[in-house]
Every structure is written in C-alpha cells, then in structure tokens.
RNA sequence: GGGCGGUUAGCUCAGCGGUAGAGCAUCGGUCUUACAAACCGGGGGCCACUGGUUCGAACCCAGUACCGCCCACCA
C-alpha cells in the first residue's frame, strides 16, 4: 500500500467525488423516511462567495448529510435572488463606464441588457457553493424572477389587494436621490455625522419679538409651514396661535401647540417641514398643514423653492440660504453638532425624506399570528435571545414601503385606467380583461425585493400551483440564516408562510455566526478585508476550511477570521492539520489491511481494556455528536469528534494496538484486532462525514464496508449496552502511570532510546492486576524493558520515584541520577500537590460543607484529600532518602 | 436614549455552579517504519472590575469600565 501519498492531497479527490455524488443522485430526496428539508437562503444572484456564506451553506450541508445519513427524506433546495436594488447598481455602474446611463436606453433595452448578464454571470455562487461540497438539489434550484416564482409574487399581491394590506399614499418615505428610488425603513443605516445645528429666529407677523427654531437642515425651512412647541411649555403658553414671518420666503405660518416638540431641546420650538420630515408629516396631518415640497428627486431644490435656490443642489443651497439668513440677521447662533444621519444601506448616499406616492402594505394584522407563534413556541429561535428581538420588532412593527422606483425587479401588478381607477391583476392579460374596452396603464414601480423572497420557502416548493413537493416538504425543517436579516427576511416569511399556507413555514430559526475580520470589525469587500473562500480552498482544501469554520461556529457567537498572509490561515491550517491526522491514521490501518482481505469493519468482542475502553468512549462520542447536531451546538460536535479522533484514537488506541494490529502473523488474533481498529475507524468516520464530505469519502472508499458510499451510510448509533465506565477508569489510570514514567525520563534528560527499568507499588490489589495485565502496553508506551510489581516500593539506592493514583513509582538509575533535578522534582510534585490539598482541606474544614454539599461531592472530597496526604507522605520519606545522597 | 452580546494562558477561542481547557506560539527532547502538517514532556491564567447569592462562582444576581452589534422621531 505504498501508492497511498503521505499526506493528505485534497484537490485530487474533491472533484472526483463531487460528480460521483451528483451523477448517482445522492443529493435529491430519497423519498423514503421522515422529511427533512431546508430551503437555503437564496444569495444574490450577482453575488460572489464570501466567509459568512461558506459558514451559512456549510451548516447546511452538515445538517442535511447528517439527517440523510440518519435515513431522513432529505431535501435542501438552493437557489438566488434577484436583487433590485443591488444588482439594478452592478448594470448601471457597467453602463456608466461606457458613458450611457439607463434612461438613456430605456426600460426595455435596461432589463434585456440586465437579463443577458443574469444568464451569462448570474449564479457564479451556486457553483462556489458546489465547491463547498454542499448536497443540495441542483435540479430544484430557483430563482426569485423564474416565471413560476413571479407567479407567486403576483398570487400574494392580488390576495393581499384583495383582502385590503395593499394601500397606496402619500407619505415621506426614504428616498435615496443616488438610487432614485424608496427604500424600507429597515434598508436605512444611521450613522453621527459631524456637523452643524443652526439656530433661526422667526419673527412675529405683529412684530412682537421672535421664536428661535433649531434646524440641522436649515435648506428645509423653504417648506416650511408652521413652527410647533409642547402644549406643556411655559415659554409659549401664550403665544400659541400666533403668526409668525418665514424668513426669505415672506409667508405666514402660524404657531402651533403639538407634544412631539421636546422642551429640553434647544429653544423647545421646532421648525415643521412637512414634505421632508417624517414627523413634521405626521405633525403636519395632526395640524391639516400645507405640504410645500422644496427638494426633488435628485436631492436638488426645486421650482417651489424659489429662485435663486432652485436648482441647487440640497447641500449648496444650505450654504445659500446660511448666508442668506446672515444677511438678514436672523441666525442666533450656529453650533458644532453631531447630527444622527439616515444613509442608504445600498450605497450610503444621505437619505433625503421625501413626500411621495408609495404602495404599502398595512402589516399589523398579518404580524400578529406570526407573533403568536413565537410567542406559543411554535417557531423556536436558535440562540434563543433573538426571539425576543424578533418579538420587540413584531409588535411595533410599521407599515411597510413595498414600491421601488427600479426597473429590475418584479413590476407592481397595477394598472390605472384613465379615469384613475386601479385593476389588480396576475397578469397584463388578466388586466385587459377586467378593464374591457377601457385604456390602461401599470404602475412603472417595481416591488421590494423582500416581497419576493418572503414567499421563498412556499414559493420554491410550487406555490401557489398544490405541487406533490409543496405537499410534502412544506413546512421546512429549519431556517438557517444571517442575524441582520431576522425583521427583512424571517419575519415575513412566517407572515406569508401562515397567511398563504396556513402553516409555519419552519419550525427552527438557526441564527449562526457572524464573521468579522481578525480585529472584530464586519468583513467588507470595499476595505479589502473579506476574505475570499476559494482562496481558502485552494490552500487547504473543502474539509480544512469547513471544519474551521464548524468549530468556531458556536452557538451563534460572533468569530473572527484572519486573513491569508503569506499563503498562511493559522486558523485553518489547525483544521488541515487535523484532516492530514486523519488520513494518516487511516493510512496506518489501510497499510496493515493488505492481504488481509477478509477483514471486515465489525467489533470482535474483547476484554482487553484498551478494546473495552475505546468501544466505550466511541460510543460516548456517538451520543454526544448526535445530541450536539440535534441542538445546533455544531462547534461541539466538531470538538467532541477533534478530541475523539486525535486523543483517544490515535494517541492512545493506535499505540496500544500498533503491535498486534501490524504483526506479520495471519492469525484470528490479529484478525480481530485489524477488524476491530478498522470498526473504530470506519465508525469515526462516518461520524466526521456531515463535517468533512470528502476526506472521510476518499479513505471509507478505500476500507472494507458495506455499502456505496459514506453519503448514504447508516449514521451510527450510541447503545447503552457499550457503556463502561470500569474500562474508562482503568483506562485513566494506565494512562496516568504511563505519562508519569516519560515525564521522569523527559525530566531526567534520560535519551529515549534506553530502555528503563520500572517498579510499581500499590496496596490495591486491583491496581497491582490492572498493572500487571497491560504490563506488555506500558512497556511498549513507556520504553520499559522490566516491570516489577509489588505492595510497596523496595528501596532503591538510585532512582527517580513518584506517585500516581495511589501508585508508587520507581525508576532505578544507577550512575544515571542527578540527585539535585530529582530533589527538584520531587519538591515540585509535593508542592503541587499541597497546593491541591490546601484547597480541599480548606472546603473540608468548613462545617457547612459537608452538612449543605450532596454527599457525593463530599466523599469524593474526603476520598481525594485521604488519597493526596498519602502519597505527599511518601514523596517526602523519598526526599528525606535523596538528602543524604 | 433603550436593548443584546463580548471581556478566560502571548494570540484565536472552548468551558457557563464542585477552585481552569484546546489549537497556535514558547521552552526541552525525539526522523520511536501512520503522520515533523508529527510524537513525547514542560512552563504560562487573582477567568475585566466591584459588590451580592451559595457550603462552594469563570459560571447565578446587581452594578462599573471598555469593545462590538441592534433598535429609537430629539429638530
């Protein structure tokens, strides 16, 4: 077997099994057993792999190939989304480049050139995610615009108009004057930005003194029409109704009383622009104000503003009319101020707040049932704190803004007669129809695309067609996403989920990890600080960066993820390290599997300790893995395994078994013992499979099994009847002796070659068994050539002694002692050991401990103290022995 | 302004009531025929701070500090 390479070439084999699984149809549903099915969330369609989705997808993949393994009807169902605003952005900026814009070509020309580049580059992340190793079905993939799913999207619309959530107005909405277009509340960011806060007087019309209004925009004041202060407040009790002089302007607007105006603030009277303020909007309703819109869609003044302002851009007109009002005398005071800034989350343009005609959907109803149900347990969050969240949004949650001023996106299916009358209908058919002979025309808007991807998971399954896949995977497993799209993308699918389908659409939301670069900040793409996955993969391979990824992913705590430097990802090159371990234990049983082909992968019963010992700590690893899976704790099946594997299987297992296993002799023996190690192995890596698809495909294709591949093997399971904890604790205690001899020789600068000598002395005659039983293992482990058991250590004119588990050590060195280091260390193995011993007689002295603590805690307390007292006592007659030499 | 996380070995992070663990780094020793991407051994921590609950706290409670997120109409 010399043609297995020594180290672990990842590359080779990822492909290979890749389209092995494919082709064989691994990754569909089986269609037999309990369902399990996801639906992924569907990236953007422009979107290229970063960190965060490795992570998103690999916690996919683990969960599926484990419950396929586990015999579950799998499904996981990928695909993209259509992105308006982002992708409408990658077109445009492309456009820019070649000096064209698209006004310039049109509607129709824009969304052929969008389509023809969606067709040709869309989609690069489904095959990044092929790359990942994700076992997703591929035939199933969908896209938000596929003509099914608009469908969907025109179903929803129809039904919501029907039922009366679909409403048009007039508000002031977030308007981006860079993307041209309304943007949701939630697609808002706020940021400090440093600035100013102008102080303005505004004269009464019978010139009776002024009122000082504080503005961060004082360009707004164009529009104003009234200046509001708390009915609660002093100053202006009396003033109230009063008409005050618009500087520049010249017009009259009067003072009113309204108790969003904070006293605490500045003067306590604010300025009301009601066309560029959300709430001087709501003021303005409450007070039947004039709405006077000054800024148009471009973030420039407009003709209402007047000359010489129109035209302007908002922040040179704010300059303009500063002077202005310095001219005039009106400006009390000009402060610096950190003033609180709504950005577009698209492009980080500053959002002008603008009165404008929208479509909305009305959302207090449909949110309540998707609040029951988290509130009733029903959709249970992972970690559990984003419930509440989920929750605190939910119940003050606002309508919301669902026109978009795009083209690339799903059109408003509206169409207005002349008349001005609205015909809601599935389709530009169906429209004509309802309209007979009379002329229509559609809205020009398009729809959020949050309105598209909130019907996702039915959608994807067929809806609003009774399709045999809606039927049978609806509702899914669980929801695995990002934290930052919990109120953007959950939440409305567990709206439309219960108001389309009557039924959840999932019953767990997996909040997994957010990776931030190595100094904790988000990962960005423009700060040149993500980091590239395929680079990752290139480097170390599908398994290492999953893996890495798994053991960080803890329930839902954020993770850093350094960069490559210099070809290096310390973090995943611990992963890799752990990969290549793998392969070369494997590599180790597949060596001395040769010629021997009726070995089978099946336990031999034994009563050898180490047998009993690793079937049971297998076992453990089996219950523990599983329940780790079942509770989303990914980070702790991945350590569980890195421990089982690496620790107790390799350095401890393959060791102890090494000399039977790889013996020249062909006997049953031998045969049982390579059936059994070949057990643990095959067993562990079906284990490891969900984490780390290929590795553990390429060495079980290469062991004796049942079966045609590890994808569709049985998950294994724990039984209690493997349980032993008498074999863990012997177990323990071989391993404590055999430490303890190279800790003396490491300490003792004794070479590793020579073979020592070793006496153990123990008054437990089941310890003197044990001993003696695996005296064969330790000598091989310890380098022993000589074991002698005994009571009591005989004494010993040179020799290193110590003390273990009640077990008496000694190590005799004639010629070879350094009587200063062995004083040495013995001094600091007493130490050691009083410091422990101080501890537990500390809690022992105190009365209340044994009276309040269980009983157990306590004898096991007394038991320990008893056990440390005695061996300090022997290690101190050692020492009086070594001082005389 | 409100809420949620984090603060544990030099670094990255586990642990979340019985007085601390891993990987990397470090120090010493090993090419012991599965693996030097490895093996063997060692050193290193008042578990951010201050109180409280408890027989017992890194772990629970209250507060403080710093870091990071989220929400919010203070012009």
Same mark, same amino acid.
């Given at each position: 077997?010399?043609?297995?390479?020594?180290?672990?070439?990842?590359?080779?084999?990822?492909?290979?099994?890749?389209?092995?699984?494919?082709?064989?149809?691994?990754?569909?549903?089986?269609?037999?057993?309990?369902?399990?099915?996801?639906?992924?969330?569907?990236?953007?369609?422009?979107?290229?792999?970063?960190?965060?989705?490795?992570?998103?997808?690999?916690?996919?993949?683990?969960?599926?190939?484990?419950?396929?393994?586990?015999?579950?009807?799998?499904?996981?169902?990928?695909?993209?989304?259509?992105?308006?605003?982002?992708?409408?952005?990658?077109?445009?900026?492309?456009?820019?480049?070649?000096?064209?814009?698209?006004?310039?070509?049109?509607?129709?020309?824009?969304?052929?050139?969008?389509?023809?580049?969606?067709?040709?580059?869309?989609?690069?992340?489904?095959?990044?995610?092929?790359?990942?190793?994700?076992?997703?079905?591929?035939?199933?993939?969908?896209?938000?615009?596929?003509?099914?799913?608009?469908?969907?999207?025109?179903?929803?619309?129809?039904?919501?108009?029907?039922?009366?959530?679909?409403?048009?107005?007039?508000?002031?909405?977030?308007?981006?004057?860079?993307?041209?277009?309304?943007?949701?509340?939630?697609?808002?960011?706020?940021?400090?930005?440093?600035?100013?806060?102008?102080?303005?007087?505004?004269?009464?019309?019978?010139?009776?003194?002024?009122?000082?209004?504080?503005?961060?925009?004082?360009?707004?004041?164009? @529009?104003?029409? %009234? *200046?509001?202060?708390? &009915? #609660?407040?002093?100053?202006?009790?009396?003033?109230? =109704?009063?008409?005050?002089? !618009?500087?520049?302007?010249?017009?009259?607007?009067?003072?009113?009383?309204?108790?969003?105006?904070?006293?605490?603030? @500045?003067?306590? %009277? *604010?300025?009301?622009? &009601? #066309?560029?303020?959300?709430?001087?909007?709501?003021? =303005?309703?409450?007070?039947? !104000?004039?709405?006077?819109?000054?800024?148009?869609?471009?973030?420039?003044?407009?003709?209402?503003?007047?000359?010489?302002?129109?035209?302007?851009?908002?922040?040179?007109?704010?300059?303009?009319?500063?002077?202005?009002?310095?001219?005039?005398?009106?400006?009390?005071?000009?402060?610096?101020?950190?003033?609180?800034?709504?950005?577009?989350?698209?492009?980080?343009?500053?959002?002008?707040?603008?009165?404008?005609?929208?479509?909305?959907?009305?959302?207090?109803?449909?949110?309540?049932?998707?609040?029951?149900?988290?509130?009733?347990?029903?959709?249970?969050?992972?970690?559990?704190?984003?419930?509440?969240?989920?929750?605190?949004?939910?119940?003050?949650?606002?309508?919301?803004?669902?026109?978009?001023?795009?083209?690339?996106?799903?059109?408003?299916?509206?169409?207005?007669?002349?008349?001005?009358?609205?015909?809601?209908?599935?389709?530009?058919?169906?429209?004509?129809?309802?309209?007979?002979?009379?002329?229509?025309?559609?809205?020009?808007?398009?729809?959020?695309?949050?309105?598209?991807?909130?019907?996702?998971?039915?959608?994807?399954?067929?809806?609003?067609?009774?399709?045999?896949?809606?039927?049978?995977?609806?509702?899914?497993?669980?929801?695995?996403?990002?934290?930052?799209?919990?109120?953007?993308?959950?939440?409305?699918?567990?709206?439309?989920?219960?108001?389309?389908?009557?039924?959840?659409?999932?019953?767990?939301?997996?909040?997994?990890?957010?990776?931030?670069?190595?100094?904790?900040?988000?990962?960005?793409?423009?700060?040149?600080?993500?980091?590239?996955?395929?680079?990752?993969?290139?480097?170390?391979?599908?398994?290492?960066?999953?893996?890495?990824?798994?053991?960080?992913?803890?329930?839902?705590?954020?993770?850093?993820?350094?960069?490559?430097?210099?070809?290096?990802?310390?973090?995943?090159?611990?992963?890799?390290?752990?990969?290549?371990?793998?392969?070369?234990?494997?590599?180790?049983?597949?060596?001395?599997?040769?010629?021997?082909?009726?070995?089978?992968?099946?336990?031999?019963?034994?009563?050898?300790?180490?047998?009993?010992?690793?079937?049971?700590?297998?076992?453990?690893?089996?219950?523990?893995?599983?329940?780790?899976?079942?509770?989303?704790?990914?980070?702790?099946?991945?350590?569980?395994?890195?421990?089982?594997?690496?620790?107790?299987?390799?350095?401890?297992?393959?060791?102890?078994?090494?000399?039977?296993?790889?013996?020249?002799?062909?006997?049953?023996?031998?045969?049982?013992?390579?059936?059994?190690?070949?057990?643990?192995?095959?067993?562990?890596?079906?284990?490891?499979?969900?984490?780390?698809?290929?590795?553990?495909?390429?060495?079980?294709?290469?062991?004796?099994?049942?079966?045609?591949?590890?994808?569709?093997?049985?998950?294994?399971?724990?039984?209690?009847?493997?349980?032993?904890?008498?074999?863990?604790?012997?177990?323990?205690?071989?391993?404590?002796?055999?430490?303890?001899?190279?800790?003396?020789?490491?300490?003792?600068?004794?070479?590793?070659?020579?073979?020592?000598?070793?006496?153990?002395?123990?008054?437990?005659?089941?310890?003197?068994?044990?001993?003696?039983?695996?005296?064969?293992?330790?000598?091989?482990?310890?380098?022993?050539?000589?074991?002698?058991?005994?009571?009591?250590?005989?004494?010993?004119?040179?020799?290193?002694?110590?003390?273990?588990?009640?077990?008496?050590?000694?190590?005799?060195?004639?010629?070879?002692?350094?009587?200063?280091?062995?004083?040495?260390?013995?001094?600091?193995?007493?130490?050691?050991?009083?410091?422990?011993?101080?501890?537990?007689?500390?809690?022992?002295?105190?009365?209340?401990?044994?009276?309040?603590?269980?009983?157990?805690?306590?004898?096991?307390?007394?038991?320990?103290?008893?056990?440390?007292?005695?061996?300090?006592?022997?290690?101190?007659?050692?020492?009086?022995?070594?001082?005389?030499?």
């Amino acid at each position: 077997m010399t043609d297995i390479p020594k180290a672990y070439e990842p590359h080779s084999v990822e492909q290979k099994w890749y389209e092995t699984w494919n082709s064989r149809g691994y990754f569909k549903p089986s269609g037999k057993g309990p369902i399990y099915s996801i639906t992924i969330p569907p990236p953007n369609v422009t979107g290229s792999l970063h960190i965060g989705h490795a992570l998103c997808y690999t916690i996919h993949d683990v969960l599926i190939r484990w419950r396929r393994m586990q015999g579950y009807d799998t499904l996981c169902v990928p695909g993209t989304d259509h992105a308006g605003i982002a992708t409408q952005n990658v077109i445009e900026k492309q456009l820019s480049k070649e000096g064209l814009s698209r006004h310039a070509l049109g509607r129709e020309k824009f969304l052929d050139r969008t389509w023809q580049f969606v067709n040709e580059y869309g989609g690069v992340i489904l095959t990044q995610l092929k790359r990942l190793g994700c076992s997703f079905d591929w035939d199933r993939e969908r896209f938000t615009m596929d003509e099914n799913y608009v469908k969907a999207v025109m179903e929803c619309f129809v039904q919501w108009w029907e039922a009366g959530y679909i409403y048009r107005g007039n508000r002031v909405i977030n308007w981006c004057p860079r993307c041209l277009t309304a943007i949701s509340d939630i697609e808002v960011e706020r940021e400090e930005r440093k600035s100013k806060l102008y102080h303005l007087r505004y004269p009464f019309k019978d010139g009776s003194g002024y009122v000082v209004v504080a503005t961060t925009r004082p360009e707004t004041m164009l @529009g104003d029409t %009234a *200046v509001a202060a708390n &009915p #609660a407040d002093e100053r202006y009790r009396d003033l109230f =109704g009063k008409t005050l002089i !618009l500087p520049i302007v010249g017009s009259e607007i009067p003072l009113i009383a309204d108790d969003y105006a904070q006293p605490e603030f @500045g003067s306590g %009277a *604010v300025k009301v622009t &009601p #066309a560029h303020d959300s709430n001087d909007f709501e003021a =303005g309703l409450r007070h039947d !104000l004039p709405q006077i819109t000054v800024i148009d869609i471009h973030g420039k003044m407009n003709e209402q503003a007047g000359p010489p302002y129109t035209g302007l851009d908002r922040f040179e007109a704010r300059e303009r009319i500063v002077a202005d009002l310095e001219a005039l005398g009106v400006i009390e005071k000009i402060e610096d101020y950190d003033v609180p800034t709504a950005t577009c989350a698209r492009c980080h343009t500053i959002i002008e707040p603008l009165l404008s005609e929208q479509w909305f959907v009305r959302m207090k109803e449909l949110a309540q049932p998707a609040i029951d149900v988290v509130r009733e347990g029903r959709v249970k969050f992972v970690p559990e704190r984003y419930e509440r969240t989920y929750l605190d949004w939910m119940e003050n949650i606002r309508d919301w803004t669902i026109s978009r001023q795009l083209w690339w996106g799903h059109r408003i299916p509206v169409w207005t007669t002349e008349d001005g009358q609205y015909i809601v209908a599935r389709s530009q058919e169906e429209a004509l129809a309802k309209a007979g002979d009379r002329p229509i025309k559609q809205d020009e808007d398009v729809l959020d695309t949050w309105f598209s991807s909130a019907l996702w998971p039915h959608a994807v399954l067929g809806w609003p067609e009774r399709t045999a896949d809606l039927e049978h995977y609806y509702p899914t497993s669980v929801l695995i996403t990002a934290r930052d799209i919990i109120y953007l993308w959950v939440s409305r699918m567990i709206m439309t989920g219960i108001y389309f389908k009557e039924e959840i659409p999932f019953s767990d939301v997996y909040i997994y990890a957010t990776v931030l670069d190595e100094h904790g900040k988000r990962q960005s793409k423009s700060l040149g600080t993500g980091v590239d996955p395929l680079d990752v993969i290139e480097l170390y391979g599908t398994d290492a960066l999953r893996f890495s990824l798994l053991i960080r992913a803890a329930r839902g705590q954020d993770i850093r993820f350094a960069p490559i430097r210099e070809k290096r990802q310390p973090q995943v090159e611990e992963a890799r390290n752990f990969a290549n371990k793998i392969w070369n234990a494997s590599r180790f049983v597949m060596m001395n599997l040769a010629g021997a082909e009726e070995v089978r992968s099946e336990w031999v019963e034994s009563d050898a300790l180490a047998d009993r010992w690793i079937l049971a700590e297998l076992n453990e690893t089996i219950d523990e893995v599983t329940r780790a899976l079942e509770e989303y704790r990914l980070n702790e099946a991945a350590q569980t395994l890195y421990k089982f594997f690496w620790d107790n299987f390799c350095d401890w297992y393959i060791e102890l078994t090494k000399s039977v296993v790889s013996s020249r002799e062909d006997t049953a023996e031998v045969r049982a013992a390579r059936s059994r190690i070949v057990y643990i192995l095959e067993t562990s890596l079906r284990l490891l499979h969900p984490l780390m698809p290929y590795i553990t495909e390429e060495i079980w294709q290469r062991l004796p099994h049942r079966g045609e591949s590890i994808m569709v093997a049985p998950w294994p399971e724990a039984s209690a009847s493997r349980e032993d904890r008498k074999a863990r604790e012997q177990m323990q205690v071989l391993i404590a002796v055999i430490t303890k001899v190279r800790n003396i020789r490491s300490e003792m600068n004794i070479p590793p070659q020579s073979r020592l000598r070793l006496h153990v002395g123990t008054s437990d005659a089941g310890a003197r068994e044990l001993i003696n039983k695996n005296a064969g293992q330790i000598k091989r482990l310890a380098r022993v050539e000589e074991i002698t058991i005994s009571e009591a250590l005989p004494e010993m004119k040179s020799a290193a002694r110590d003390i273990v588990a009640g077990i008496e050590i000694g190590v005799p060195l004639e010629g070879l002692i350094d009587f200063d280091k062995e004083r040495e260390r013995i001094k600091k193995e007493i130490e050691r050991k009083e410091n422990e011993t101080r501890g537990l007689a500390s809690r022992l002295d105190n009365p209340s401990f044994a009276g309040r603590a269980p009983r157990e805690v306590v004898d096991q307390t007394r038991q320990r103290h008893a056990e440390l007292r005695a061996e300090i006592e022997k290690l101190r007659t050692t020492l009086t022995g070594l001082s005389g030499q």
